[in-house]
């Protein structure tokens, strides 16, 4: 089967590639073209299997290079969007050209080349603080960040395609992804990256919040899963531990694995406006395992190990001394 992955350079998107990779499917990877030539993490993976993969540099927000990139593929994994909630404060307009038009150019094409299956990726951000937990995929949503509400608008508008024009459409949901390759704008590699660096003050914004945390490999296996299963076509459908940390519990978490005597500073500006600081995620996975064959095979502590072992051996591609949006 030939498959298509957006946004393949990406943290989640090349585990992805290499997850398909490895279970034998026939891999185009849609990258982001920049006159560097770059392909993202995908140019860190050995070259035996950089070789087996077809790269299309294009443009997400561009239909006529989706369209073109979408030809031949049977089943396409769109992962490509603008994802840093910091930097949606700062141009939401880009949020909304990429993360909703560049979903609907991902739909517009797979709708001409009747393609067997569209997972379009969505995000936990989307259902806001949550109203009760275990959060369901019924769970109303909130768009407290430009970001969630560019993913809202992406998500309906799969929703739509599949009432209106019957597209084989699933939209997958994964609650805070964490692992290698995952960038210093997210909580995780800020805490490590800087302990790593040597800093006994950890910079962080709030403390409170809760996640549930998926590690990438299992995120990744979760996308396989619910491709792979008979049942999920027109479903919403989310990807979680159903278990869930504090920050301040997180960090502590990692700073006890590296280094006992460092301590956390609460930075004014890593703080996100008090009525879009989504105060506590907390997903259920009853759905995922109902549909699909799919369990979480890592624990948090595992999971933090294997990525602080990771960020040790590729250190300098972070910028420990800045706040990283």
């Known amino acids: 089967m030939k498959v298509l992955i957006t946004g393949a350079e990406g943290f989640i998107g090349s585990h992805l590639t290499e997850t398909l990779l490895d279970k034998g499917y026939d891999i185009k990877a849609f990258t982001f073209y920049n006159s560097f030539n770059s392909w993202g993490w995908l140019d860190t993976l050995p070259k035996q299997k950089l070789n087996q993969i077809e790269i299309f540099a294009g443009d997400i927000r561009d239909p006529n290079g989706v369209y073109e990139a979408m030809k031949g593929v049977d089943r396409v994994y769109h992962l490509a969007a603008l994802i840093a909630i910091p930097f949606s404060y700062h141009s939401p307009d880009s949020y909304v050209d990429t993360n909703i038009k560049g979903t609907l150019n991902v739909l517009q094409a797979a709708r001409k080349h ?166 506590r995620l907390l997903g259920s996975n009853e759905k995922i395992k109902q549909l699909t064959d799919w369990t979480p095979n890592y624990t948090l502590k595992e999971g933090i190990k294997e990525t602080i072992e990771w960020i040790r051996q590729n250190l300098n591609s972070y910028k420990t001394d800045i706040y990283n949006i």
């Not at 995000?123 to 970001?147: C, M, N, R, W």
């Not at 531990?241 to 500006?269: D, F, H, V, Y």
């Open 114 to 279: 009747e393609t067997s299956k569209v997972l379009i990726t969505s995000t936990s951000e989307v259902y806001g603080s949550a109203l009760y937990v275990p959060i369901d995929e019924k769970h109303p949503y909130q768009g407290q960040s430009p970001y969630s509400a560019t993913k809202i608008g992406a998500d309906r508008l799969a929703e739509s395609f599949y009432r209106s024009f019957n597209m084989p459409v699933t939209i997958v949901r994964p609650f805070n992804t964490y692992g290698p390759r995952q960038s210093a704008r997210a909580v995780i590699p800020t805490i490590i990256s800087q302990l790593l660096a040597g800093k006994e003050e950890i910079k962080m914004g709030s403390l409170t919040p809760t996640r549930d945390f998926n590690y990438v490999k299992d995120t990744a296996n979760g996308f396989v899963a619910i491709a792979e299963s008979d049942k999920t076509t027109g479903e919403e459908i989310n990807i979680a531990t159903q278990q869930e940390i504090s920050i301040g519990e997180l960090a502590n978490e990692i700073i006890m694995q590296i280094n006992p005597k460092a301590r956390i500073i609460c930075e004014e500006e890593r703080l996100r406006p008090e009525k879009s600081e989504v105060n």
